[in-house]
């Protein structure tokens, strides 16, 4: 009941920009942490970025400088501006958001369906 739709990827040359979104809907109480991982062919998920509900952010050091974690939590969506994108960046990046469901707790991390990210000349 739960549901994560990202947007926003595309093909971009080198020292390009992107702003990906990502919105939640569904059961939802309130949101603990959001964030984005991104998986390229052959490699191993990473996380790129993460934000608590107070704000607070963390980075991979490999974007540290050049993306920004951000999050509108009257609308459940959270966002990464990327800036100066680089061909490494290329990758599938997936949100996720901890979800508490209503009368509930605990929180489930939800997952959005991804959205490609091209850098290339």
């Known amino acids: 009941q739960v549901q994560l739709v990202e947007s926003g990827g595309g093909l971009v040359q080198p020292e390009g920009s992107l702003r990906l979104s990502c919105a939640a809907s569904g059961n939802i109480f309130r949101i603990n942490d959001m964030g984005w991982y991104r998986q390229a062919p052959g490699k191993e998920r990473e996380l790129v970025a993460a934000?608590?509900?107070?704000?607070?952010?963390n980075y991979a050091d490999s974007v540290k400088g050049r993306f920004t974690i951000s999050r509108h939590n009257a609308e459940n969506t959270v966002y990464l501006q990327v800036n100066s994108l680089k061909p490494e960046d290329t990758a599938v990046y997936y949100c996720?958001?901890?979800?508490?469901?209503?009368?509930?707790?605990?929180?489930?991390?939800?997952w959005g369906q991804g959205t490609q990210v091209t850098v290339s000349s």
């Open positions: 996720y958001a901890e979800v508490i469901p209503p009368y509930r707790t605990d929180w489930e991390r939800h």
């Open positions: 934000i608590t509900s107070g704000g607070r952010t």
